[in-house]
């Protein structure tokens, strides 16, 4: 098996099709193409929208995860869904799971390395930024860093909905 990745990683694009047919066998729905350049991980409970790119994104636990149309994602980034209950019967935590949703928006950019927690919503056209860890709910395009993640500026709005009355996607 390590050996048979080896290979594939010297055919980057053949590496690339074996796993993008993987993830579509997984999903809970899709529309069209998914662009997957990164070892990407996605869950039964994730719904992908259309033109969805990701270049290394590890989804997790039980959550349901809705993707709008046209995301974008750098490399290593994590959305966990599931969270150990420190409130239970045992330390650190007893053997109970508490599974919260995560939502995105149309045209949203994750930079490398951004983590979400589960019971987050972030709005159309939003920015997280490189590093950021989202635990609260992000704004339609709002321009988000940080860890805890927040909003540190806005896009120029008039232009976003130009753009998208245009239909000008990438
Ligand atoms: C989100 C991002 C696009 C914003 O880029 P930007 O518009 O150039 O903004 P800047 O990083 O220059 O920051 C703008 C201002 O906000 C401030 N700022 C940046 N991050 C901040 C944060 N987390 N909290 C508060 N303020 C912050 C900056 O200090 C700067 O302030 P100033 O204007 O007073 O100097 C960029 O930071 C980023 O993460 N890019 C992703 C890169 C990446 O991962 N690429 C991989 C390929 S997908």
Redesign the pocket.
Known sequence: MIMIRKVLLFFPKLWYKILEKRTLRIVHSHQGEVSIHGWTHLTPQTVLGKNPNF?GLDVSGKGKVVFGDNF????DCMIITDFHNYEGDAIPYDDTCITKNVTIGDNV?????VIVLGGVTIGEGA??????VVVKDIPPCG????NP??V??YRDKEHYYSLKAQGKFH
């Open positions: 270049n974008h994602s750098g490399k950019w994750f930079g490398s390395r920015i997280i930024q490189a590093g950021a321009i988000a860093g940080g993640a927040t540190f500026k």
